[in-house]
């Protein structure tokens, strides 16, 4: 079955680096586009950033266009998000997703960032 495991938050001081990871199985990882998007406790959960099958295109919430960058490794199964510059605002739980046939979002379990001195 079709699995997302998102790896790599943690408590990183403001103007540090993460480095999120989000491990797919179950099904074609080189065939779709791939989103990351994050929530906090109380609000709607939010898009940040999408690359296509290929890894060659991508786009970003003005949120974190600049500070964020999403990738892939397609020999890997992996879709990362390597968020430099970070703030106490981009404390939230970060998942990754794709939809995939039939128009199904699929979901990761969640990764929590918290980022405080």
């Known amino acids: 079955q079709v699995q997302l495991v998102e790896s790599g938050g943690g408590l990183v001081q403001p103007g540090g680096s993460l480095r999120l990871s989000c491990a797919a199985s179950?099904?074609?990882?080189?065939?779709?586009?791939m989103n990351w998007h994050r929530q906090t406790p109380g609000k709607e959960r939010e898009w940040l950033a999408v690359i296509d099958s290929g890894g060659y295109s991508t786009n970003y919430a003005e949120s974190v266009k600049g500070r964020f960058t999403i990738s892939r490794d397609n020999a890997k199964n992996t879709l990362y998000l390597q968020m430099d510059s970070l703030k106490p605002q981009d404390t939230a739980v970060y998942y990754c997703?794709?939809?995939?046939?039939?128009?199904?979002?699929?979901w990761g379990q969640g990764t929590q960032v918290t980022v405080s001195s």
């Open positions: 179950g099904f074609t990882f080189r065939g779709y586009g």
């Open positions: 997703s794709f939809r995939g046939a039939g128009a199904i979002d699929y």
